[in-house]
Every structure is written in structure tokens, then in C-alpha cells.
């Protein structure tokens, strides 16, 4: 499963990124646009819904809880410092996906607790896309935190995040991590689209399955 | 047969990705479906079988909250 999480470089807009990402095979988008206005944000995630909808997509955006709504999300992601999930759950109801931030199993625990339905956890090494950075995680650390949520019996799906390139994906999921969000290794690639056919072909363990979502 | 849905081990008799959609109670919209790590779209839900040991993600609201 891999979250592609949107973000803008000299080469592609935000919407440019996340038509790649579609167009190449992923279904699970997340805009995320730090320092743009709400009128901003409105504007290209309007485009980003309709996006996702012709690919039956899950979109996500990143913290602006009180624009879910308004945009017709699936749901919402929450950083360290955004609205505590629990808050967040109480204005947008059961039917909203809500993912959060974790950095420790700890967080895992409060946030699965809060009623979140998947962690981003990271990050897994140092990375220049995301300011503000927490200690790195490493495959050694995935590993211990996913036994720490097996044995806590939390069936809440983990999403690997955090300067991971499309070598490190077959590793890191052998940790029990449910997938991988993305964003700077694919609009950072020579070839954006190359990137994203290499990125889902080792998780293919079901090659007629993976033709079909490859070829759109 | 036993198949684990987001790390959990379940019991279940579907033998489909369909079948398991309709006894979890999955929602018509919002929801993403990996199986053995492949994410699986809507429509090819009926078509994909389940077997024992199989991992299924499922992001989804109201789930494990």
C-alpha cells in the first residue's frame, strides 16, 4: 500500500504530482500544501477530488480538519502539532478516515486510543522534504515498534514515512509495516513514472493483480 | 481459515476479497485494500481470492477506533 503524499518541485506542480502518482498506479493520495492559504488549498483540492474519483482513489488531506468536509475527503492526516485526533474524531464524526503522526510506539498507542484509523511513523531516515525533524527510526526500530503492536493486539495499519527510496521499500515491509508514504523519491526521480512501476513492482507478489493495477 | 487483517490475526470463511468486504461491513467509498502488500481497487474486489496466511490492509474510518 503506498500513500502518495503530494509536494511541489521546479518540474511538477501539486496537481502535476499527484496525476503522476495516479496515472502510475497508486490509489491512496494525500494533499498536503504547508503555508498555502485555505483559499489556496480549496482551489487545488477541488482538482485533487475529482483526480483521486476518476481513479477510485482514497484522498486524504493534511491537517485542515475543518476543510474535510467541504472538500468531500476520505480523510485527514494530523501531524505532531495539528488538532489531537480525539478532537478532531468528535467534530468529523466515525465516518472520516484519520491517520496521525507517530514517531514511538507510545504515540502509536495514544493515537490508536484517539480513534485513529492508520500512523504515518517515521521518520525512517533523515529527509529534506519535512522540516522540524524527530529522531530517525531505521529498519531496527520499525521492527521493534511493529512487535510492540502485535503484542498490543492494535489492528491499526502503519505506514512507513520519512526519506524512504524505492530500495529501501522490500525491507521495511518485511517489519509487519503496512505500507509507505512517498513523496520526494518519486517527483525527485529522473523519470517520475519509471519511479513509481519500480516502487510497485517488488511489493507484487501477486503478478496477475499487479498487471492490472500497473496498466491503470 | 486464518488470514491477518491490519497485523490481526481473523477467522473467516470468505474465500474472496468481496466476501471478506461484505463481512467486515466495508463502506462504499473511502476505503483503500491492499492485499499481500498490492493494493486491490473496488472493482476487482469479487475477483480477488483469499488463502490462508494472507495479509489484508484495510485504511479505512472507523476502524480499530
Wanted: charged fraction near 25%.
Amino acid at each position: 500500500m503506498i500513500q502518495f503524499i503530494s509536494h511541489f518541485t521546479e518540474r511538477y506542480s501539486y496537481l502535476d504530482g499527484i496525476r503522476l502518482a495516479l496515472d502510475g498506479g497508486i490509489r491512496w493520495v494525500q494533499l498536503r500544501m504547508k503555508g498555502a492559504t485555505d483559499a489556496e488549498f480549496l482551489r487545488t483540492g477541488e482538482e485533487a477530488r475529482k483526480l483521486c474519483d476518476r481513479y477510485d482513489a482514497t484522498f486524504i488531506i493534511d491537517d485542515r480538519v475543518e476543510l474535510v468536509r467541504e472538500l468531500g475527503a476520505d480523510g485527514v492526516h494530523l501531524g505532531k502539532k495539528d488538532m489531537p485526533i480525539a478532537e478532531a474524531r468528535r467534530i468529523l464524526g466515525d465516518d472520516v478516515i484519520i491517520g496521525g503522526t507517530a514517531n514511538t510506539f507510545e504515540d502509536i498507542e495514544m493515537h490508536y486510543r484517539a480513534s485513529a484509523n492508520y500512523i504515518g511513523c517515521g521518520p525512517f531516515r533523515f529527509t529534506t522534504t519535512k522540516e522540524g525533524l524527530s529522531p530517525i527510526i531505521g529498519l531496527e526500530g520499525y521492527r521493534n515498534i511493529m512487535q510492540r503492536v502485535r503484542e498490543a493486539g492494535f489492528d491499526i495499519p502503519v505506514v512507513a514515512i520519512g526519506g524512504i527510496t524505492s530500495d529501501d521499500i522490500p525491507a521495511i515491509m518485511q517489519t509487519g509495516i503496512a505500507g509507505i508514504a512517498l513523496s520526494g523519491a518519486i517527483l525527485r526521480a529522473d523519470n517520475p513514472k519509471e519511479m513509481i512501476k519500480k516502487i510497485l513492482a517488488p511489493n507484487d507478489s501477486q503478478p496477475s493483480m499487479g498487471r492490472v493495477l500497473n496498466g491503470k | 481459515m486464518q488470514i491477518n487483517v491490519n497485523n490481526k490475526p481473523l477467522s473467516t470463511t470468505a474465500t474472496s476479497l468481496g466476501t471478506l468486504a461484505t463481512e467486515l461491513s466495508l463502506p462504499e467509498k473511502g476505503v483503500a485494500v491492499a492485499v499481500n502488500n498490492k493494493m486491490v481497487p473496488r472493482n476487482l474486489w469479487e475477483q480477488t481470492p483469499l488463502s490462508e496466511g494472507m495479509s489484508v490492509v484495510i485504511i479505512k474510518a472507523a476502524c480499530g477506533g
